[in-house]
């Protein structure tokens, strides 16, 4: 079964906005990893985030981790055409299995 | 070297057809993976090697024969194929295997597009 599931499934923004995606998961983790992959590509890691960290920053991206309510959240801030890519978010189960979230599909418009 | 290299880049094969994806990392990683991805769908995983050792098969169709030659290739060798099984097929390794206070993510190459006619 899905560990991560991410919303919204798809998200068109205008470039220069913000964008905010969502992950939420069902069991305890050690850790949660965000990748982007643009269209046909390989997957890119983003930022890993440990199950003891609430917050971690990296250039435009800000990622938070409420381990609480088992979510996370991605944030890009001014947003530029080539942030248009699926972003997954994947969680490191305590049997550490890597399981990917369904992934939200972002478009940012010109 | 920071990368992982995937060969091909497309590959179009017939159901009676054998050929084999290849993968290439010179970072030192320790566990490498297949990954099959359909079209708007996350990444499934295949087969996880760790130091050389097949660690995790999930369940993947014996048309699929994975293959560590050293800790720096990992080999997909497919025969008989499907036309389901037309996918984005990709690599990854990782420092140590997947999980725990180790672990630091996945470095993806940039897949096999393949095509069963």
């Known amino acids: 079964s899905q560990q991560g599931e991410e919303d919204p499934q798809a998200l068109s923004i205008q470039e220069g906005e913000n964008a905010t995606m969502n992950c939420s998961y069902k069991t305890s983790i050690n850790n949660l990893q965000w990748y982007r992959q643009n269209s046909g590509r390989g997957l890119v890691h983003l930022i890993l985030i440990r199950s003891n960290e609430r917050e971690k920053h990296s250039g435009r991206l800000r990622v938070t981790l409420d381990t609480s309510k088992k979510s996370s959240s991605l944030l890009i801030t001014a947003s530029r055409a080539a942030d248009t890519a699926s972003y997954f978010c994947a969680t490191d189960a305590m049997n550490d299995k890597i399981i990917f979230g369904k992934g939200t599909r972002l478009h940012i418009l010109p | 070297d920071t990368e992982v290299t995937q060969t091909p880049k497309h590959l179009v094969m017939g159901m009676t057809n054998k050929k084999s994806l290849k993968c290439e990392q010179h970072m030192g990683h320790r566990a490498m993976y297949w990954y099959k991805q359909k079209a708007k769908k996350p990444p499934e995983l295949m087969f996880v090697?760790?130091?050389?050792?097949?660690?995790i098969n999930e369940s993947v169709p014996s048309r699929f024969s994975p293959e560590c030659p050293n800790s720096s290739l990992l080999n997909l060798h497919l025969h008989a194929l499907q036309p389901e099984d037309s996918a984005l097929y990709l690599c990854a390794s990782s420092q140590a295997p997947q999980g725990g206070e180790r672990w630091y993510g996945y470095t993806f190459g940039s897949g096999t597009r393949l095509t069963v006619v």
């Open positions: 090697y760790s130091y050389e050792k097949l660690s």
